[in-house]
């Protein structure tokens, strides 16, 4: 198995509190019928969800993200060019408002307006 693959089934056995919240929300199609993945490689980088049939990737950011602004703005670069759209989230947005962040996904995946 590649380091890429292999990195992603650790971070898959060791999800943050907010991960794991959002994965109980998200996992089996259970938001609109969409099936996510976690913790998926795509364009040499780990999505922490991704929607394969919407071409979606829910990035969730912790407090170190706002160090690395520019290494982020790269990473959604490489994933747009793969043909994907991103869109981020704070852990404490995750774990505070969670049905806030549910309703913003639903309209990345055009289901409500």
Known sequence: M?????????????????????WQRLRGGQ?????????????????????PSARLIVELDGGQ????????ARRTAALNAAGYRVVRYWNHDVLQRTE???ENILR??????
Request: aromatic share 6%.
């Open 65 to 72: 993200h706002g160090e690395q602004i520019e290494a982020d």
């Open 108 to 113: 990345a995946l055009g289901k409500v307006d």
């Open 2 to 22: 590649d380091a890429l693959r292999h990195r992603a089934r650790t971070l898959r056995n060791a999800p943050t509190d907010a991960e794991h919240r959002l």
């Open 100 to 102: 806030m962040v549910l």
């Open 31 to 51: 938001l609109a019928g969409v099936k996510f993945r976690r913790q998926m490689p795509i364009a040499g980088f780990i999505a922490d969800f991704a929607a």
